[in-house]
């Protein structure tokens, strides 16, 4: 059974860092796209990163401070955030889709974890 867990969020201070984590079981993450995405309250659910095996992509607002990375011998994808903003509280989920892809629509996934709580807050 394919299945996604989020963790490492928290409280952070502004421009403090946090890493999120992405355990994926139930399937390998050789040809598909794992993508990080955010839904403050309120707001629309919207994408931060992605990333295959053909490259990632990210969001405009995130560029320059977060980083997309994996492990594929611990089938775990990574989204390093760093210089974080009050505007960056939100609950942060992780997807799977099962092709190649550098987009971040959050309609083009198909598998969603259960989110990850970060707040950056003084």
């Known amino acids: 059974q394919l299945q996604l867990v989020e963790s490492g969020g928290g409280l952070v201070q502004p421009g403090g860092s946090l890493r999120l984590s992405c355990a994926a079981s139930?399937?390998?993450?050789?040809?598909?796209?794992i993508g990080w995405f955010r839904q403050a309250p309120g707001k629309e659910r919207e994408g931060v990163s992605c990333i295959s095996s053909s490259g990632g992509s990210y969001a405009d607002s995130v560029k320059g401070r977060f980083t997309i990375s994996r492990d594929n011998a611990k089938n775990t994808v990574y989204l390093q955030m760093n210089s974080l903003k009050p505007e960056d509280t939100a609950v942060y989920y992780c997807?799977?889709?099962?092709?190649?892809?550098?987009?971040?629509?959050?309609?083009?996934?198909?598998?969603w974890g259960q989110g990850t709580q970060v707040t950056v807050s003084s």
């Open positions: 139930g399937f390998t993450l050789d040809y598909y796209t």
């Open positions: 997807a799977s889709v099962r092709f190649r892809t550098t987009t971040i629509e959050p309609r083009l996934y198909n598998y």
